[in-house]
């Protein structure tokens, strides 16, 4: 074999080298950072579920079949469930997929004449998406008792309109929501994001903390609310609910959203 045939091998072998090289360096990136950023979510959760107990007894519920979801071969959900004293159903999901970790925290009041709080946050390598939002599954959102809930959670709104805002598309149940925080920040903002999840847990339970339990007849009114909202979800969509209808199917998606999620049949009677 010529010297220029040999170089021209050597050339071919090199490629492919440098090749996995880059595959191995990138996939070392993304473990390094994957490990970090489960890390920062799992604390975070960790200390939210702690401030949480401040104000009420939080007892886990068993999700059955529902404590790990996997989506797409690729995401596993895994799912908790608690019941908040006087409150109402706590889900909390968490996910790894390498690139991307995220936590959704969703407290559904059923005692109390209280918004539901739904939170997600994204970890994706070194850039963060934080999301609150605060939807009036309530009777009357024009009463003075209610007037002074939201009043209360808009001055946790207000704390964090330094950092940059996320646009989001319109949806149907826009209509329900009055508060709502859709923020991005960096792996350097990660104190301030956890304050956030933090702040809106306490806002949330510091608000119902002095308000009235429901009587028998609000609290079937107000079930009927949240499960309208449910059975909306899973009629007209929404962007994690679409996720599972294609993967689980409609039948489980709404099984798993009654049963854990929402909760809504836990407090049936």
């Known amino acids: 074999?010529?010297?220029?045939?040999?170089?021209?091998?050597?050339?071919w072998l090199v490629v492919p080298a440098v090749i996995l090289l880059i595959i191995c360096l990138l996939g070392g990136f993304?473990?390094?950072?994957?490990?970090?950023?489960k890390k920062v979510m799992n604390d975070t959760v960790s200390q939210a579920l702690d401030v949480l107990s401040q104000y009420a007894k939080v007892?886990?519920?068993?999700?059955?079949?529902?404590k790990q979801i996997k989506v797409y071969g690729l995401m596993k959900f895994d799912v908790s469930q608690y019941d908040v004293e006087n409150i109402g159903n706590l889900s909390v999901m968490t996910v790894n997929m390498g690139f991307m970790q995220m936590s959704s925290f969703v407290i559904t009041p059923y005692e109390k004449n209280m918004p539901l709080l739904s939170m997600d946050f994204m970890y994706i390598l070194g850039n963060r998406k934080a999301y609150s939002?605060?939807?009036?599954?309530?009777?009357?959102?024009?009463?003075?008792?209610?007037?002074?809930?939201?009043s209360n959670i808009r001055q946790f709104e207000s704390?964090?309109?330094?950092?940059?805002?996320?646009e989001t598309s319109p949806a149907w149940y826009d209509k329900y929501l009055t508060?709502?925080?859709?923020?991005?920040?960096k792996r350097s903002d990660d104190?301030?994001?956890n304050d956030m999840f933090l702040d809106a847990v306490r806002c949330f339970m510091e608000t119902a903390e002095p308000l009235p339990l429901l009587s028998d007849e609000e609290k079937a009114v107000k079930l009927?609310?949240?499960?309208?909202?449910?059975?909306?979800?899973?009629e007209k969509g929404g962007v994690s609910t679409d996720v599972f209808k294609k993967e689980l199917g409609e039948e489980t998606t709404r099984d798993f959203f009654n049963k854990v999620f929402f909760g809504t049949e836990r407090y049936r009677k």
């Open 1 to 11: 074999m010529s010297d220029t045939n040999v170089k021209k091998k050597r050339r």
């Open 133 to 150: 939002e605060f939807y009036d599954l309530v009777a009357d959102t024009s009463s003075d008792e209610y007037k002074s809930v939201l």
């Open 224 to 234: 009927e609310l949240t499960q309208e909202y449910c059975d909306g979800l899973i």
């Open 59 to 66: 007892t886990p519920v068993d999700p059955g079949e529902y």
């Open 30 to 37: 993304i473990a390094v950072n994957a490990a970090k950023n």
């Open 159 to 166: 704390k964090y309109s330094d950092m940059s805002d996320v």
């Open 191 to 193: 104190a301030k994001i």
């Open 179 to 185: 508060v709502a925080l859709h923020k991005a920040g």
